[in-house]
């Protein structure tokens, strides 16, 4: 028997719109294209691909949005994580498509809400902020480069005393907002463009776990019960799939990152805390981040933990970073916690690319996943189209392995990140 797992308990799990509960995959069947995974950037690709007019089966092993796609902090971000490297090893033409997929993704969510009707609590506007010099140098640079590029307009530079107009908090010296970012229910934007996708005519099935991928001129998925025969396979299973070991296997280790939402605070100290509803995030490599929902709680995330290591107490290691920040919310009850495994690549740039001439793959954009997942999904569709898009870009890029990822690897990781926390605390 295929097992469901429910969506794991949280604020977006119990404001979740109503979903249809999609069967499992007991047959054998044939489409243009099969996907493995239901999170953004397989249900991103599954729309793209259908709107083009090509069939589609996507195949999910518990339910649409179960994973990160459905457990994050919704901020919609600009451009991708791991820029810095990206541009280190492949140069101008890197800096072009970084520059060119800025707002991309954003630019994909804000037309399908538009379009497909999506309720999902989209608000524009987001924030980083600095608690040292070294930050505020690095978002003072980044602030030029945007003028630059011709994006200043959506964008200012604020020093402590400006960034308190925006957050009531003394905690920060500064900070960069920018107003085409943006925040959302992120469960219910998954849920809504998978809703999309099937009008398209995109076939899901849920509580169906893809075990094998055969190569070859017509790839194939292999489930317990079924199969889908297709042209072009992609393979959207971010940190929760164990496939294609060989080409992918220690390349991102899987570290879980965690979030609370309080109790509504009611319209006037939501409104007091963040007057024009900013998404804020802080400039620290182990960073938190926190915005307010549709119904004015406050959704507060950060910690990461290694090693399949588990917080015991979400509520407990978090409220507490959340009060130094906003001591004004010191009575005020948390009433959800939970976390994610959220996949980080060792350099930071996401893994894209293909496992063979017609199986791609897209995980690891660490905190940047609700944007770049709809690029992804894109890139994908105008690939499989034959056009040129920046899959090759990320391809050529050099990762890092871990050997014997699954047992050093999870300590090695959390040494990184020692050393990434002590970065943070001396501010270089
Ligand atoms: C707590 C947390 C906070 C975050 N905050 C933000 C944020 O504020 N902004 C942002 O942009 N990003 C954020 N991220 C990252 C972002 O959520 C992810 O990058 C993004 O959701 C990845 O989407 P995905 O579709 O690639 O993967 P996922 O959403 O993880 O989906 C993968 C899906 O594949 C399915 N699957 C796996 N293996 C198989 C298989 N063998 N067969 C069938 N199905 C399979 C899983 O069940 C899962 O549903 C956060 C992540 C976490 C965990």
Redesign the pocket.
């Known amino acids: 028997m295929q097992i469901r797992?429910a969506h794991t308990p949280s604020y977006y799990a119990a404001s979740a719109h109503p979903a249809p509960e999609r069967p499992a995959l007991n047959d054998h069947l044939e489409a243009d294209v099969a996907i493995?995974?239901?999170?953004?950037?397989?249900?991103?690709s599954a729309l793209s691909l259908a709107e083009r007019g090509y069939s589609v089966v996507l195949?999910?092993?518990?339910?649409?949005?179960?994973?990160?796609?459905?457990?994050?902090?919704?901020?919609?971000?600009a451009g991708w994580s791991g820029e810095g490297e990206l541009v280190k090893q492949l140069g101008p033409k890197a800096e072009e498509f970084l520059w060119k997929t800025r707002y991309l993704?954003n630019e994909i969510v804000e037309a399908r809400i538009q379009k497909y009707d999506i309720k999902c609590d989209y608000v524009h506007g987001a924030a980083t902020v600095a608690f040292n010099n070294a930050q505020i140098k690095s978002l003072e640079e980044e602030y030029a480069d945007c003028v630059e590029h011709g994006f200043g307009e959506f964008m200012s530079l604020v020093d402590g005393p400006g960034l308190r107009q925006h957050a009531a908090t003394d905690a920060y010296i500064g900070g960069l907002i920018d107003r085409r970012g943006a925040?959302c229910h992120?469960l219910n934007l998954?849920i809504g463009e998978a809703g999309a996708a099937e009008r398209n005519g995109v076939k899901i099935f849920e509580a169906?776990?893809?075990?094998k991928i055969d190569h070859g001129a017509s790839p194939a998925?292999h489930?317990d019960n079924g199969s889908v025969k297709a042209k072009h396979v992609i393979l959207?299973?971010?940190?929760?799939?164990?496939?294609e070991k060989d080409k992918l296997h220690g390349l991102m280790l899987p570290a879980?990152?965690?979030?609370i939402a309080t109790e509504p605070l009611g319209e006037d100290l939501a409104h007091e805390l963040l007057p024009d509803n900013l998404?804020i995030?802080d400039s620290n490599w182990v960073l938190d981040?926190f915005r307010l929902t549709g119904d004015n709680r406050l959704l507060f995330?950060g910690r990461c933990t290694y090693s399949n290591r588990d917080i015991d107490d979400i509520a407990g290691e978090l409220a507490p970073r959340m009060r130094r920040i906003f001591p004004q919310l010191e009575k005020t009850k948390v009433d959800f916690a939970?976390?994610?495994?959220?996949?980080i690549p060792l350099n930071r740039v996401p893994l894209i690319g293909k496992v063979s001439d017609n199986v791609f793959y897209?995980?690891?954009?660490?905190?940047?996943?609700?944007?770049?997942?709809h690029i992804?999904g894109e890139m994908f569709a105008d690939a499989i189209r034959g056009k040129e898009t920046g899959v090759d870009l990320f391809e050529a890029t050099r990762h890092f392995r871990i050997p014997a990822a699954d047992t050093i690897g999870g300590p090695m990781l959390a040494l990184g990140m020692t050393w990434y926390r002590m970065r943070d605390a001396l501010g270089i």
Not at 59 to 77: D, F, K, P, T
Not at 236 to 243: D, Q, S, W
Not at 338 to 343: D, F, H, Y
């Open positions: 797992e493995v995974g239901g999170g953004f950037t397989g249900v991103a195949l999910e092993a518990n339910r649409i949005g179960w994973g990160a796609s459905g457990r994050n902090g919704g901020q919609v971000l993704g925040h992120p998954v169906t776990r893809v075990t998925v489930t959207a299973g971010n940190a929760y799939h164990m496939l879980k990152t965690y979030v998404a995030c981040y995330g939970w976390g994610g495994v959220i996949g897209a995980q690891g954009y660490a905190g940047h996943g609700v944007n770049c997942g992804v």
